[in-house]
T-cell receptor, first 111, second 112 residues
Framework: GESVGLHLPTLSVQEGDNSIINCAYSNSASDYFIWYKQESGKGPQFIID?????DKRQGQRVTVLLNKTVKHLSLQIAATQPGDSAVYFCAENTGGFKTIFGAGTRLFVKA | DTEVTQTPKHLVMGMTNKKSLKCEQH?????MYWYKQKAKKPPELMFV???????INESVPSRFSPECPNSSLLNLHLHALQPEDSALYLC???????????FGPGTRLTVL
């Protein structure tokens, strides 16, 4: 069935380093992908999205890469800061209202 | 205003109680969502309303009853819940189908 998963459940990085969070998806019909950040006690917050007609999109300190050949999505965070500590979810959408969230990766930033 | 608000923040209820969760947004979004999130798990979609009509029900038990009184409000009525229904209930909204969703802070529900 449909699934969105992550390779690493936890990631620990040094402050100032770059972080890479990976995600695998299995539904080749998915054409819209989103990364959300969820801090403790809060709802998920949109970070960046990408549509299937693109393979890279950049935001402020974040970059999302999409490899449709191997059904892989990644989120790169440059110069990781303590405020980046959170759980990160990738999510996929096949064109309707239904968005499926991946398992999540917890990012720890060491000062 | 880019905020989705949810009340109450916390709710404790017994299995025979009836309670309601409320969600509000003033961004003019026409799609609103209810998600359930268990600890250390991703949000799971429960219901979607589009233009105030129920668009998706993810086979949610009837003890959960959604309602969309108008384009800004979304309710989730709870009745005869089970302890396993204890979770964080998140409301979200979006401008259109394939779009980022704006989430509220959630209601932490405990069923005793």
């Amino acid at each position: 069935g449909e699934s969105v998963g992550l390779h690493l459940p936890t990631l620990s990085v040094q402050e100032g380093d770059n972080s890479i969070i990976n995600c695998a998806y299995s539904n080749s019909a998915s054409d819209y992908f989103i990364w959300y950040k969820q801090e403790s006690g809060k709802g998920p917050q949109f970070i960046i999205d990408i549509r299937s007609n693109m393979d890279k999109r950049q935001g402020q300190r974040v970059t999302v890469l999409l490899n449709k050949t191997v059904k892989h999505l990644s989120l790169q965070i440059a110069a990781t800061q303590p405020g980046d500590s959170a759980v990160y979810f990738c999510a996929e959408n096949t064109g309707g209202f239904k968005t499926i969230f991946g398992a999540g990766t917890r990012l720890f930033v060491k000062a | 205003d880019t905020e989705v608000t949810q009340t109450p923040k916390h709710l404790v209820m017994g299995m025979t109680n009836k309670k309601s969760l409320k969600c509000e947004q003033h961004m003019g979004h026409r799609a609103m969502y209810w998600y359930k999130q268990k600890a250390k798990k991703p949000p799971e979609l429960m219901f979607v309303y589009s233009y105030e009509k129920l668009s998706i029900n993810e086979s949610v038990p009837s003890r959960f009853s959604p309602e969309c009184p108008n384009s800004s409000l979304l309710n989730l009525h709870l009745h005869a819940l089970q302890p396993e229904d204890s979770a964080l209930y998140l409301c979200a909204s979006s401008q259109k189908k394939v779009d980022e969703q704006f989430f509220g802070p959630g209601t932490r529900l405990t069923v005793l």
